[in-house]
């Protein structure tokens, strides 16, 4: 079975929302425009590698393009990392990546449903409320 010319996958977390385009390559990995090696702090560029590192060498010959729009540092990369993993499952169409992802973590395949709740009336916050006295 021939490999697809180009794979586009999607993460979400809160509300980051990022975009992978996979394509045959040279092992050049871009987070919006900018290579993966250039990405700061550490922390968030080793959690986006994660999956590149769990498929070994097959990811060199590659190109990995991430386009990252809302949320914060941490969850544009946890919704980078989602969108790269499932890229890479669909690039390489091996049943055993898909289960090695899901036993490694979950939210590498499935997107993180969980929100914000909306602020109420009465308080700062959506839990917070102002306290009241009756002396």
């Known amino acids: ?29 871009r987070i919006n425009e900018r290579p993966l090696e250039l990405v700061e702090p550490e922390m968030v560029r080793l959690k986006i590698q994660e999956p590149l590192l769990m498929v070994g060498d097959r990811w060199k010959s590659l190109d990995i393009s991430v386009d990252l729009q809302g949320g914060g540092i941490v969850g544009q990369a946890s919704a980078a990392r989602t969108a790269i993993a499932r890229g890479l499952i669909a690039w390489i169409k091996d049943p055993a990546l898909e289960e090695m992802f899901k036993r490694y973590d979950r939210s590498l395949i499935v997107n993180d449903p969980r929100r914000k709740l909306p602020k109420r009336p009465g308080g700062r916050g959506a839990r917070a409320r102002r306290q009241k006295s009756y002396r």
Request: net charge positive; no cysteine; hydrophobic share 45%.
């Open 1 to 29: 079975m021939k490999a697809p010319q180009i794979v586009l996958a999607t993460g979400k977390r809160k509300t980051a929302v990022a975009r992978a385009t996979v394509r045959k390559g040279h092992g050049l990995v």
